[in-house]
């Protein structure tokens, strides 16, 4: 089946600092990337949809230019984490789209700011 | 707003007990339905989704749902499970038709067998 990767799985920094995060399809090209936030104990909330040559598009309530995403080729997405706060910790999670409707997701990276 | 809800958020269950999650929506127009499953430690997988045609799918697992569209519900079954069925379960709909078919998640389902 397809295979999403994140890298790194786990990161802590300070605050004030930036943090990037990547996420790649494997064994398959994908046109489209989403970009989840899991809280502890909640479900996932979209963030932004990544599309591969343009800009994201954003849910509302987050911050374009907090959670900076590109999408530069057809198989890495990422999201950098600028300016972290201790309140933007919390359980990243991409997907990337095969086909018309399906996401396949990676295993989440855990960003802990200080 | 569309929303999807998820009634059980901590089911716990003896071995080869029938189990079923149930998992409603908001939405008018038309959706497209997901479960996804996440064993610990590990990523989301997809069990099931519905998208057309017969309202009862079949998934991976020995898990089935059943779109019932006047209930706007899609409750996730299964006759009898196993303690390796222990994960967290997601109910996610897709507003059909939208170019960016985003996902909604409900808030998740934790259910834990004992053996």
């Known amino acids: 089946g397809a295979v999403v990767s994140q890298h790194p799985s786990w990161v802590i920094c300070k605050s004030g600092t930036s943090v990037k995060i990547e996420c790649r399809s494997l064994d398959f090209q994908a046109t489209t990337m989403f970009w989840y936030r899991q809280f502890p104990k909640q479900s996932l909330m979209l963030m932004a949809t990544?599309?591969?040559?343009?800009?994201?598009?954003?849910e509302q309530g987050v911050e374009k230019d907090k959670f900076l995403i590109n999408h530069a080729s057809l198989t890495l997405s990422t999201l950098t984490v600028t300016s972290a706060h201790p309140e933007d910790s919390s359980f990243y999670i991409c997907?990337?789209?095969?086909?018309?409707?399906?996401?396949?997701f990676g295993p989440g990276t855990r960003l802990t700011v200080l | 707003a569309q929303s999807v809800s998820q009634h059980n958020h901590h089911v716990i269950l003896s071995e080869a007990a029938s189990l079923e999650l149930g998992c409603n929506y908001s939405y008018g127009g038309t959706v497209n339905l997901f479960w996804y499953v996440q064993y610990p430690g590990q990523h989301l997988q997809l069990l099931l989704k519905?998208?057309?045609?017969?309202?009862l799918v079949k998934g991976i697992k020995g898990f089935e749902a059943e779109f019932i569209k006047s209930k706007f519900s899609f409750n996730l079954r299964k006759p009898s499970v196993q303690w390796s069925d222990t994960a967290e379960y997601f109910c996610?709909?897709?507003?059909?038709?939208?170019?960016?078919?985003?996902?909604?998640f409900g808030t998740g389902t934790l259910l834990a067998v004992q053996p």
């Open positions: 997907s990337a789209r095969v086909g018309v409707d399906t996401q396949y």
């Open positions: 990544s599309n591969e040559g343009s800009k994201a598009t954003y």
């Open positions: 996610a709909v897709n507003l059909g038709g939208g170019a960016t078919n985003k996902l909604i």
């Open positions: 519905y998208f057309s045609g017969d309202p």
